[in-house]
């Protein structure tokens, strides 16, 4: 199993929409996650952490299942902005670092 | 922004050349990393340095190698590349090595 399985899309929704994506991790000793975003040729940059059962932040919402080991990202009122690819990343344990999913790409149309 | 720096932004280099990555980050972070990523691809981990020792090196071939000379400094010494590594090469660094990390905009890299 991977350590971070995403699906891929892309995720074709209209401006206004509201959009859910879920990532499974399998390694049940991931104590915190984040949720970053990537635009095409650019730099990941931080979206969320998550250090508990889940976070919000205006429109977006991340929510953890330790039980099920998955954590999902909801985008409400979709913007054309959020078009980027959302890359879920667990930590890792002892002196692991990071562990950065494939992304699932989000294409918002006006 | 800048947490995290890269120089230079872009590079073409011959497969006999050798040149040099320089990352600076000004977060005051303790951790720094090389990526990967090719077209299309995921992110790739290279190298993580913590309180300047390498922990990680994921068997990368030698004709990259880290220098990590303090906390805020980390080079990647490029010589006798292939085609096949032409990709955006991003540092990032955090506060800790599984802390969240901050990347800078990559260097650009070309291969011919």
């Known amino acids: 199993r991977k350590e971070v399985e995403q699906d891929p899309g892309p995720f074709n929704v209209p401006e206004g929409a509201t959009v859910a994506f879920n990532c499974t991790y399998s390694n049940s000793a991931s104590q915190s996650f984040f949720w970053y975003r990537q635009d095409c040729r650019k730099e990941p940059k931080l979206l969320m952490s998550v250090y508990s059962s889940g976070n919000e932040d205006g429109r977006f919402t991340a929510q953890l299942n330790r039980a099920s080991q998955y954590i999902s990202l909801l985008i409400r009122d979709s913007k054309l902005s959020d078009s980027a690819t959302y890359l879920c990343v667990p930590t890792g344990t002892g002196r692991r670092a990071l562990t950065f999913g494939s992304g699932t790409r989000l294409q918002v149309q006006p | 922004e800048t947490g995290v720096t890269q120089t230079p932004r872009h590079l073409v280099m011959g497969m006999t050349n050798k040149k040099s990555l320089k990352c600076e980050q000004h977060l005051g972070h303790n951790a720094m990393y090389w990526y990967k990523q090719s077209a299309k691809k995921p992110l790739e981990l290279m190298f993580v340095y913590s309180l300047e020792e390498r922990v990680e090196n994921n068997s990368v071939p030698s004709r990259f190698s880290p220098e990590c000379p303090n906390s805020s400094h980390l080079f990647l010494h490029l010589h006798t590349l292939q085609p096949e590594d032409s990709a955006l090469y991003l540092c990032?660094?955090?506060?800790?090595?599984?802390?969240?990390?901050?990347f800078g905009p990559g260097t650009r890299l070309t291969v011919t």
């Open positions: 990032a660094s955090s506060q800790d090595n599984r802390g969240e990390q901050y």
